[in-house]
């Protein structure tokens, strides 16, 4: 079993649905991180979290919200999908202090 | 703000060559850098990461050095193979524990 688990790992949606996309680890890390990928953008950050009550806005945060549920999940939510927000999006995790990420394989997401 | 840059954005090169990747960012202050290998529309592997107070770490034909103070990384692969073609992504890990990344270098190693 994968150490981060994103599910699902594809989506289409229509525009204006709530979609929320989930992440969850079995590595007992502290640090998860939210990303999109956009193509030749690499990853930019929406959200990322340090602990279930530290919750902190990434450079792009606009349109989505999060929940840390547990130490061990991390979910993404878009209110009201719109198409510019079709693209890859990757939790990742870490432990606490200056350690290795690492990420889960991804969801697929399309806003039609 | 932290900005990473990847140099070049695209590299083709004859099996068995060695490269050099390259990764600038704008802000010395951070707790280290790391670098990934994404294949097309998957997730990323970790191929090295080196502390801010390391100068290089090495696995396998993988290199990575690092020089802090100038603010750049460079990723050497030896005797480069069809199966590294792949996207490498560098990411620094910046004072407030945000992991940035840059865009990525596309690599395509010819048979």
């Known amino acids: 079993d994968a150490d981060v688990t994103q599910t699902p790992r594809n989506r289409i949606t229509k525009t204006g649905k709530r979609i929320m996309l989930e992440c969850s680890q079995t590595k007992g890390h502290d640090r998860m991180y939210w990303y999109r990928q956009d193509p030749g953008l690499g990853l930019r950050l929406i959200y990322y979290?340090?602990?279930?009550?530290?919750?902190n806005k990434g450079e792009i945060s606009d349109g989505y919200s999060v929940s840390r549920q547990a130490q061990a999940k991390f979910s993404l939510s878009l209110e009201s999908a719109i198409p510019n927000q079709t693209a890859l999006y990757f939790c990742?995790?870490?432990?606490?202090?200056?350690?290795?990420?690492?990420f889960g394989q991804g969801t697929r997401l399309t806003v039609v | 703000k932290q900005e990473v840059t990847q140099i070049p954005a695209a590299l083709s090169v004859p099996e068995g060559e060695n490269l050099v990747l390259n990764c600038s960012f704008t802000d010395s202050a951070i707790y280290n850098l790391q670098w990934f290998r994404q294949d097309p529309g998957k997730g990323l592997t970790s191929l090295l990461l080196i502390q801010s107070s390391q100068r290089e770490q090495t696995s396998g034909r993988l290199n990575a050095s690092l020089d802090k103070s100038s603010g750049r990384s460079t990723l050497y692969i030896a005797a480069s193979q069809p199966g590294d073609s792949a996207t490498y992504l560098c990411?620094?890990?910046?004072?407030?524990?945000?992991?940035?990344f840059g865009s990525g270098t596309r690599l395509l190693v010819r048979p």
């Open positions: 990742a995790t870490a432990h606490r202090g200056k350690t290795e990420a690492f």
């Open positions: 979290s340090f602990d279930v009550k530290d919750i």
């Open positions: 990411a620094v890990l910046d004072s407030s524990y945000k992991l940035i």
